[in-house]
C-alpha cells in the first residue's frame, strides 16, 4: 500500500537538486525579507538547495540604508558620479556625510509628504531634504549626489533608493549562485498592514532593479512555512500557534492552524500534505525597535545636556537639546548609540554610552544606564505589546487556551520587557516557542514559497491560505440621475485571500464605480473615524449596448436586466481585482417539436413500457438540481387494475407529461471595460525608462569605479614586486646594469605618478602605466624563469627522441626479420616525425648556446613541452596500432590451428571406418570405434601441442620486444 505520509525531514533535504523539464539550467528563486533595519535575503536554484546570501563582508543580514560619499576626483563642468556605500558602511557614512545616508525606508515608502510618517522620518534625519517626487505627491529627496539632469533632477525618489539597495542583494546573490546565473524572480516578504501604494511602491522598485515579483507573502504566514516544512500534522487534531513579529518598525500577531490533509493523488492513491491557513491577525504600525531606540535616544541627550561639558554650551544656546536634534552630525551618532546600547541592555543590566566628538568636538560618555530604567520609559506600551496577540485571537475564533504556543520573530523580542509580557499572556515561558530563527525563518519561508510556486523545484507541497487586514468596498451611482454615492462592502475585514466573488448591481447605463480599502482607526487615535484608501475606478464603455443587445436578441425587459461584476483578492499581492464584467437576463426557451418517423409508433409503445431513448433524453439529476414537475410518485399512486379505463386514464397521463416543457436559459454579454488606478498615478514608461537608466549608470560607475581600484592596487603591486627584483640574484644573472637602471627609473615614475597625478588618472592610463613597467621587467623575468625550466624540458625532450629513436629502430630490425604476414605497421611517418624534430632540437639547442644570459633564448620551454607532448603522443599511438596487429594474428593464429584441428579429427575418423569396413568387422564396430577412437585423438593432440608450441614461442619473442623497448 502507498505511504500518505512521510516523517519530518531536514530543511536542506526538502528541495531536490533536480529541475523539472520545463525549468532552465540557471533557475533561481530570490527571496527578501525586507525590514526597516535589516535586509535578510535567501535563494535556491540547482545545486543550493536554500541558503542565506551574504553580504559582501560575510554578514547574514544587511542594514537596510544606502549612502553617497562625494567624489574627490570630479573635473570641473562634469558631473562626477559619487560612491554608492551599503548596509554598515552607509551607516558608519553618516558621521561625516548625513545628508547622503538613507536608512529605514520602509516606514515611507508610498506615503504621502504630508503623512505623520514621513513627518517623523524627517525629524529622525534632519539632514535629510524631503521634497514631493516630481511627478506624484510621495516622498523624494533633494541631494547633490544625484544627476543634474534628467527625470526627477538633483533628487533621489524612495523606489531608486530601495531599488539600488536590491540591486546590491542580487549582485551578492549571484556571486552565490555561480557563473552565468542571473536572477529575475523574487519573493517578498511583507507586513499584512501593508497598504496598496506601499505594496505597489515596493513592486515598482524591484521593477526598477530589474526584477519580477513572484509574490508578496505576509510576514507570520511566511515563517508558519518555514515551521511547517521540517514537521508534519495531523488531519483529525489541528495546531494553533500565534507568531508573534516584533521588528524595527512595527509589530505583527499571526494566528495560525497547521493541518495535515488527505488528498486525491494519482490513481487510486491519496497523499497527506500539510496546511498552513491564517486565521487571524494582530498588528501595531508603530510599535518596534526604534520606538524603544528613540527613549534611549532620549536618554543620552537629557544626559548630555545635563553634563558640565554641556553647561557652557546651554548658556550660548538654550535650546540645545532641540539644536543637537536637528543637527544631522549629533542626531546620526546619538541614534547609532542608542541602537547599540538598547541592543546590550538585552542581553546586561546596564551599560555606558560612549560618543566621540558628538558636537562641537566635545566627547560623549554617559552616565551609567541600567536596564531597570530603561524598563521604566517603556511601561508607557506594556498594553500594546500584548494588543496585537488579543487582536488576532479576537478575530480568529479561536480561543487563547486553545494556542499551542507563541512563536516569536523578529529582532526587538530580544528586549526582556517584551518578553515578559508576551509570556504572562500567554501563560508562562514553556507557551513561548523559539525553535524557529527569530532573524532568518521569514525569508525562508517565503523563499520556500517561491520555489514552489516556480515550478522549477520539487518541494514538499504545503498549502498556504493567507487573509486580507483590510475591508473592501465600492461606491457607484445606482442611476444616472442619482447625485449621492451608494456604498457596498465586498470584502469584510480579514476575509480568505483568492475566494472570487460575484456581485449584481442594479444598473443598465453606462457605469463607474470605484474600489477602496476600509482602513481601521490609527493606534494613536482609536476615536478617529476610519479612513478610507482609493484603489481603482472601473468604467464600462459597452454597458448600454450590451443591454440593448439582450432586448433586441433575446427579448429580456429591462427589470429582469443584471450587471454582474467578479471580483477576487488577487494571491500575488491581496489587492482586490475586477477579472470581469457582463449583463445577464432569463429567458424562456420553447420546446421543441418532438421529432415523429416512421417508427413513431414503435417509439410510442417503448415510452409507454418505461424503455427511453439512447438519445440522451434521460437527464440524472444532480444533487442541488430539483426534480421535474410532474413526479414518478404521481403516476405510481394511480390504479394497477386491468380496467380498460383505468389503462386509458393512465395512458393520457404518461402522455401528457411526457410533452416538452419550456426551459430557461441566462443570457451572458460581456461588457468592456477601463481600470484606473487612483491616488498616486503610476510614472510613464518613458519616465521609468529615465530613472533605469539613471541607476545604470551608477551601475556602471561602480563598475568603473571598482575596476580602477583593482587597476591602481595591481600597479602599487607590481611596483614594490618589481623593485625587489632588482636586488634578486637571480634576476641580475639574466639582465644588464643597463636594463636594471632603466626598470628602477620606470619604477620610480610609477611610483610617483600613482601617488600625484594618477590618483585622478582614468583605467585607461593606469593600464598603460603597467604596460610600460611589464615591457621592462617581463622579458627580463622570463629569461628568469627559462633559464632553470629550459634545461630541463630539453632534457625531457632527449629522452623522448632518444626512446623513439630506438624504437624505430626495433621495428625496421623485426619487420626485416620476422614472418611477412606477422609485421605490417608502417614505420615511416613516426620515422619522419622523429627526424624532423631532432634537427629542430639540435639547430635550437646551438643557438642557444652561443647566447649570453641577458639575452632572449632562440626557444622557451613550452615550445619545447609542446613537442615533447606531441611526440609522445605519436609514440604511444604507434604501440597501441602494433598491439592491436599482435593480437590480430593471435586471433588468426587460433582460428588456423582449430580448423587444423578439426580436419585431422575428420581424417582420422574416416580412415578409422574405412579399416572397419574393409576387415568386415561389422558385428564388432563398436569395439572397432572404441579401438580407432584413441588413435585419432592422439592425432589430435599432436596437432594442437604442435600449434601451442607455436604460439607459445611466438609470445615470447613478442615478450622480449616489449622488454627492450
Excluded at 542565506?52 to 558631473?79: C, H, Q
Excluded at 553618516?94 to 536608512?103: I, Q
Excluded at 534628467?150 to 523606489?159: D, L, M, P, Q, W
Excluded at 527613549?295 to 548658556?315: C, G
Amino acid at each position: 500500500m502507498r505511504p500518505i505520509s512521510a516523517p519530518p525531514v531536514a530543511l536542506t533535504g526538502l528541495l531536490l537538486l533536480s529541475i523539472s523539464s520545463l525549468a532552465s539550467a540557471s533557475a533561481a528563486v530570490l527571496g527578501i525579507d525586507f525590514g526597516q533595519e535589516f535586509i535578510k535575503a535567501a535563494l535556491v536554484k540547482p545545486g543550493i538547495p536554500l541558503e542565506i546570501v551574504l553580504t559582501k563582508d560575510t554578514k547574514r543580514k544587511e542594514v537596510a540604508a544606502v549612502g553617497f560619499k562625494p567624489a574627490s576626483n570630479g573635473k570641473e563642468g562634469e558631473f562626477a558620479y559619487p560612491e554608492r556605500l551599503y548596509g554598515v558602511d552607509a551607516v558608519n557614512l553618516a558621521a561625516r556625510f548625513p545628508h547622503d545616508v538613507y536608512p529605514g525606508l520602509k516606514g515611507i515608502m508610498g506615503r504621502h509628504i504630508m503623512d505623520d510618517s514621513v513627518t517623523a522620518y524627517s525629524a529622525r534625519n534632519p539632514a535629510l531634504s524631503v521634497v514631493p517626487n516630481v511627478f506624484r505627491s510621495t516622498v523624494a529627496f533633494q541631494s547633490s549626489s544625484a544627476p543634474p539632469k534628467g527625470y526627477g533632477k538633483e533628487s533621489f525618489t524612495v523606489e531608486e533608493l530601495l531599488a539600488m539597495q536590491f540591486k546590491s542583494i542580487v549582485y551578492n546573490a549571484e556571486a552565490l549562485a555561480g557563473a552565468n546565473t542571473r536572477i529575475k524572480d523574487v519573493v517578498f516578504t511583507v507586513p499584512a498592514f501593508l497598504k496598496a501604494e506601499e505594496r505597489n511602491s515596493l513592486k515598482f522598485a524591484a521593477e526598477l532593479a530589474g526584477l519580477k515579483v513572484m509574490n508578496f507573502v505576509s510576514d507570520g504566514l511566511a515563517v508558519g512555512i518555514n515551521y511547517a516544512t521540517t514537521r508534519t500534522f495531523n488531519e483529525s487534531s489541528p495546531e494553533y500557534h500565534v507568531v508573534y513579529d516584533m521588528g524595527a518598525g512595527s509589530t505583527t500577531a499571526t494566528v495560525l492552524r497547521f493541518q495535515g490533509r488527505s488528498v486525491k493523488d494519482v490513481g487510486r492513491f491519496n497523499k497527506t500534505i500539510q496546511e498552513v491557513t491564517v486565521l487571524g491577525v494582530g498588528y501595531d504600525t508603530e510599535l518596534g525597535g526604534d520606538l524603544f531606540n528613540q527613549k534611549i535616544f532620549e536618554i543620552l541627550l537629557d544626559d548630555f545636556v545635563n553634563s558640565p561639558k554641556a553647561k557652557e554650551l546651554l548658556v550660548e544656546d538654550p535650546n540645545l537639546k532641540n539644536t543637537i536634534r536637528t543637527n544631522g552630525r549629533a542626531a546620526s551618532k546619538l541614534w547609532k548609540e542608542a541602537t547599540r546600547v538598547r541592543q546590550i541592555l538585552s542581553a546586561n543590566i546596564d551599560t555606558v554610552a560612549s560618543i566621540e566628538s558628538l558636537y562641537k568636538d566635545i566627547d560623549f560618555r554617559s552616565s551609567k544606564i541600567t536596564r531597570a530604567a530603561f524598563e521604566e520609559h517603556l511601561a508607557q506600551y506594556e498594553a500594546r505589546i500584548t494588543k496585537p496577540i488579543t487582536d488576532a485571537i479576537g478575530n480568529s475564533n479561536v480561543a487563547l487556551s486553545e494556542v499551542n504556543t507563541l512563536i516569536v520573530h523578529g529582532g526587538a523580542v530580544r528586549t526582556p520587557f517584551v518578553g515578559k509580557k508576551i509570556e504572562d499572556i500567554m501563560g508562562g515561558a514553556e507557551k513561548i516557542s523559539k525553535q524557529v530563527n527569530p532573524d532568518e525563518s521569514a525569508v525562508l519561508g517565503a523563499t520556500f514559497k517561491g520555489a514552489a510556486e516556480s515550478g522549477a523545484f520539487k518541494v514538499k507541497e504545503i498549502r498556504t491560505q493567507d487573509i486580507g487586514a483590510f475591508g473592501v468596498s465600492i461606491k457607484y451611482k445606482k442611476d444616472a440621475e442619482a447625485k449621492k454615492e451608494t456604498v457596498r462592502q465586498i470584502f469584510p475585514f480579514y476575509s480568505k485571500i483568492g475566494i472570487e466573488k460575484v456581485i449584481p448591481l442594479s444598473r443598465n447605463s453606462e457605469l463607474t464605480f470605484s474600489t477602496f480599502h476600509n482602513l481601521p482607526p490609527r493606534i494613536n487615535d482609536p476615536d478617529q473615524k476610519p479612513e478610507q484608501e482609493s484603489l481603482e475606478t472601473i468604467q464600462t464603455s459597452n454597458l448600454t449596448d450590451s443591454v440593448k443587445r439582450l432586448q433586441e436578441d433575446f427579448g429580456c425587459t429591462e427589470k429582469d436586466i443584471i450587471t454582474k461584476f467578479s471580483i477576487v483578492l488577487n494571491p500575488k499581492d491581496s489587492l482586490p481585482k475586477v477579472i470581469r464584467l457582463w449583463v445577464e437576463c432569463g429567458v424562456e426557451v420553447a420546446p421543441e417539436a418532438p421529432k415523429k418517423d416512421a417508427s413513431g409508433a414503435f417509439e410510442d409503445v417503448k415510452g409507454f413500457f418505461g424503455y427511453g431513448k439512447k438519445d440522451g433524453e434521460q437527464k440524472v439529476l444532480k444533487d442541488d438540481d430539483s426534480p421535474p414537475p410532474s413526479s414518478s410518485s404521481s403516476s405510481s399512486s394511480s390504479s394497477t387494475g386491468s380496467s380498460p379505463t383505468s389503462s386509458a386514464t393512465s395512458k393520457s397521463t404518461k402522455v401528457a407529461d411526457s410533452e416538452p416543457k419550456a426551459t430557461r436559459r441566462i443570457e451572458k454579454i460581456p461588457v468592456k471595460y477601463t481600470i484606473t488606478k487612483d491616488g498616486s498615478p503610476n510614472i510613464p514608461e518613458k519616465d521609468k525608462m529615465s530613472l533605469i537608466l539613471k541607476i545604470r549608470a551608477f551601475d556602471k560607475h561602480d563598475k568603473d569605479r571598482k575596476n580602477l581600484e583593482e587597476a591602481r592596487n595591481n600597479l602599487e603591486a607590481y611596483t614594490y614586486r618589481a623593485r625587489g627584483y632588482l636586488s634578486d640574484d637571480a634576476f641580475i644573472a639574466v639582465s644588464t646594469e643597463e636594463q636594471r637602471e632603466k626598470l628602477d627609473a620606470m619604477i620610480s615614475e610609477a611610483s610617483d605618478w600613482l601617488y600625484g597625478d594618477g590618483y585622478t588618472a582614468g583605467l585607461k592610463e593606469v593600464h598603460q602605466k603597467i604596460k610600460q613597467l611589464e615591457a621592462l621587467e617581463a622579458p627580463i623575468s622570463k629569461r628568469r624563469a627559462e633559464k632553470d625550466s629550459l634545461p630541463e624540458a630539453l632534457n625531457n625532450l632527449n629522452n623522448i627522441l632518444a626512446s623513439m629513436k630506438g624504437f624505430i629502430e626495433r621495428q625496421e630490425s623485426l619487420a626485416e626479420s620476422g614472418p611477412d604476414d606477422y609485421y605490417s605497421f608502417d614505420v615511416e611517418p613516426l620515422k619522419k616525425a622523429y627526424e624532423k624534430e631532432r634537427a629542430w632540437t639540435e639547430e635550437k639547442s646551438a643557438a642557444q648556446e652561443k647566447l649570453q644570459p641577458h639575452e632572449d633564448p632562440v626557444m622557451t620551454s613550452e615550445e619545447v613541452a609542446a613537442k615533447a607532448k606531441e611526440l609522445t603522443t605519436e609514440l604511444i599511438n604507434s604501440i597501441h596500432t602494433i598491439k592491436e596487429l599482435d593480437d590480430m594474428r593471435e586471433r588468426n593464429l587460433k582460428k588456423a590451428a582449430e580448423k587444423e584441428a578439426k580436419e585431422a579429427e575428420a581424417k582420422a575418423k574416416a580412415e578409422a571406418e574405412a579399416a572397419a569396413k574393409e576387415e568386415g568387422e561389422t558385428a564388432d564396430e563398436t569395439g572397432a570405434e572404441d579401438k580407432t577412437k584413441p588413435e585419432s585423438e592422439e592425432k589430435i593432440e599432436k596437432v594442437e601441442e604442435k600449434v601451442e608450441e607455436n604460439i607459445t614461442e611466438e609470445q615470447k619473442v613478442e615478450e622480449r620486444k616489449r622488454d627492450e623497448l
